[in-house]
T-cell receptor
Framework: AQSVTQPDIHITVSEGASLELRCNYS??????LFWYVQSPGQGLQLLLK??????LVQGIKGFEAEFKRSQSSFNLRKPSVHWSDAAEYFC???????????FGIGTKLQVIP | IAGITQAPTSQILAAGRRMTLRCTQD?????MYWYRQDLGLGLRLIHY???????GKGEVPDGYSVSRANTDDFPLTLASAVPSQTSVYFC??????????????FGNGTRLTVT
């Protein structure tokens, strides 16, 4: 069965510092991989996605993620964090249909001045 | 602004009561979904509908029912609420059922507390 692990439940970074959020997955074939962001009191918004091609994908808001098949990872990165990036971030994995997409438990990002 | 409207925003409900969470989208998306979000468990799919007139069970369907009489509306009903159904409920939609080509659009959620 597929699964997603986000090992960091909570991360605190200083504004302007770099960020890396970890995501490891378990899936039998090449999966669809996603990162979503959830601001307080709101639903999730898609940051980026990957299925094939270049293993470094660019998303919205200056985020990028790198797919590493050998490590079963899809870590999210940002070179310089802004206070507005404080939110919860969810990694997700699955095949084509949403009824089979599995979300991770989320990583809450706190940004300090 | 096009999007998904969920109602109510929050609700406190006595155990054993019946409750319907409403979800309406104006994007003419074919597929709609109900998720619950719980601390430490992330998002889990309750029910889904790939198109009007059809529904399917997700990961945690027990205690919930849905209907999809038309494209826009996808209500979620708790027939007899229990405290374990205390959660934040999100309705979502997508143009089609393929997760890669059809991004999910989420509502702002309904916070439900069952006492």
């Amino acid at each position: 069965a597929q699964s997603v692990t986000q090992p960091d439940i909570h991360i605190t970074v200083s504004e302007g510092a770099s960020l890396e959020l970890r995501c490891n997955y378990s899936y039998g074939a090449t999966p669809y991989l996603f990162w979503y962001v959830q601001s307080p009191g709101q639903g999730l918004q898609l940051l980026l996605k990957y299925f094939s091609g270049d293993t470094l994908v660019q998303g919205i808001k200056g985020f990028e993620a790198e797919f590493k098949r050998s490590q079963s990872s899809f870590n999210l990165r940002k070179p310089s964090v802004h206070w507005s990036d404080a939110a919860e971030y969810f990694c997700a994995v699955g095949p084509g249909g949403y009824q089979k997409v599995t979300f991770g438990i989320g990583t809450k990002l706190q940004v300090i001045p | 602004i096009a999007g998904i409207t969920q109602a109510p925003t929050s609700q406190i409900l006595a155990a054993g009561r019946r409750m319907t969470l409403r979800c309406t989208q104006d994007m003419r998306h074919n597929a709609m979904y109900w998720y619950r979000q719980d601390l430490g468990l992330g998002l889990r799919l309750i029910h889904y509908s790939n198109t009007a007139g059809t529904t399917g069970k997700g990961e945690v369907p027990d205690g919930y029912s849905v209907s999809r009489a038309n494209t826009d509306d996808f209500p979620l009903t708790l027939a007899s609420a229990v405290p374990s159904q205390t959660s934040v409920y999100f309705c979502a939609s997508s143009p089609g059922g393929n997760s890669y080509n059809s991004p999910l659009h989420f509502g702002n959620g309904t916070r439900l507390t069952v006492t």
